[in-house]
């Protein structure tokens, strides 16, 4: 699932409620793949995170380039490697996708 955002329409999303893929579209935001792939706490945790993310590339959003983050839900495990605990959002990669 890939969610376009434009960075004016972010606080848009934290709105939705119940099934994500129903509460589209968002004028502006685009979803591909299985919309329901993520429930509706998820998207708003992504969004959350979202103000990190634009505070970290401030600069290059203002100059309108795309951004990419890459990220999943982790557990920490025993050494048995049985879930320990909540599951947690890891990024793994943000970077700025202009080609300048």
Do not use: C
Request: charged fraction near 25%; aromatic fraction near 8%; hydrophobic fraction near 35%.
């Amino acid at each position: 699932m890939t969610i376009i955002a434009p960075s004016d329409k972010i606080s848009h999303i934290s709105d939705i409620s119940g099934n994500a893929a129903g509460d589209w579209p968002i004028d502006g935001v685009q979803i591909t793949g299985d919309g329901s792939f993520l429930s509706p706490e998820e998207i708003k945790e992504l969004v959350r995170n979202g103000a990190v993310i634009r505070g970290r590339f401030r600069d290059e959003i203002s100059e309108g380039s795309s951004l990419l983050a890459e990220w999943s839900y982790a557990y920490s495990t025993d050494v048995s490697r049985r879930p320990i605990g909540p599951r947690y959002l890891v990024f793994y990669e943000l970077r700025d996708l202009s080609l300048h």
